[in-house]
Antibody, heavy 120, light 108 residues
Framework: EVQIVQSGAEVKKPGESLKISCETSGYNFNTHWIAWVRQMPGKGLEWMGMIYPLASDIRYNPSFEGQVTMSADKSISTAYLQWTSLKASDTAMYYC?????????????WGQGTLVTVSS | EIVLTQSPGTLSLSPGERATVSCKASQSIRSNYLAWYQQKLGQAPRRLIYGASTRATGIPDRFSGSGSGTDFTLTISRLEPEDFAIYFCQQYGSSPYTFGQGTKLEIK
């Protein structure tokens, strides 16, 4: 059974750094794309980008490139999303989700989300 | 970037009624790479439909998807109480993959 468990809620101050995680199990982590999706309070879903762990191939949405960094640790089947300097506008729920099979496939399995709150 | 526009923004219906949600793309979506997701309050989205018309595993057959090119539709044939939620379409044929703004299905 595919399982995706994300790290817990975070409260940070502007300018701080943060790395949230997405731990997976029940399938071959190396050969499936993992996407990150942002949902700002009361708003819709935004695709931030995706990572293919085996090749460390990363494709960012241009709207998010340079603002966040995606990475993966194959040894523990975990993907990460990190910020070096948070802004209040980064306050949102962040979901990781596994693509069904190829890069051009739907988001079949979702984590429960990590709520990030950035406030002074 | 492909822009997806959903309509209506809010749909007020009663259990047992039929719901129809539209998703229009700013350009043709390759190979009908269009999915529908359901999101309930406080929960992660759940995939309902992919490839425009294929139901995901475990999704009741009252949910159906149709369309091609730039016009797609999600239909719920007879609404159950648990279907009242927000629905999003997403295209995954052209990066960056994009979502519609969402349609809230509420109880009338």
């Amino acid at each position: 059974e595919v399982q995706i468990v994300q790290s817990g809620a975070e409260v940070k101050k502007p300018g701080e750094s943060l790395k949230i995680s997405c731990e997976t199990s029940g399938y071959n982590f190396n050969t499936h794309w993992i996407a990150w999706v942002r949902q700002m309070p009361g708003k819709g879903l935004e695709w931030m980008g995706m990572i293919y762990p085996l090749a460390s191939d990363i494709r960012y949405n241009p709207s998010f490139e340079g603002q966040v960094t995606m990475s993966a640790d194959k040894s523990i089947s975990t993907a990460y999303l990190q910020w070096t300097s948070l802004k209040a506008s980064d306050t949102a729920m962040y979901y990781c989700a596994r693509h069904l099979d190829t890069a051009m496939s739907s988001l079949a399995y979702w984590g429960q989300g990590t709520l990030v709150t950035v406030s002074s | 970037e492909i822009v997806l526009t959903q309509s209506p923004g809010t749909l007020s219906l009663s259990p047992g009624e039929r719901a129809t949600v539209s998703c229009k793309a700013s350009q043709s979506i390759r190979s009908n790479y269009l999915a529908w997701y359901q999101q309930k309050l406080g929960q992660a989205p759940r995939r309902l439909i992919y490839g425009a018309s294929t139901r995901a595993t475990g999704i009741p057959d009252r949910f159906s998807g149709s369309g091609s090119g730039t016009d797609f539709t999600l239909t719920i044939s007879r609404l159950e109480p648990e279907d009242f939620a927000i629905y999003f379409c997403q295209q995954y044929g052209s990066s960056p993959y994009t979502f519609g703004q969402g349609t809230k299905l509420e109880i009338k």
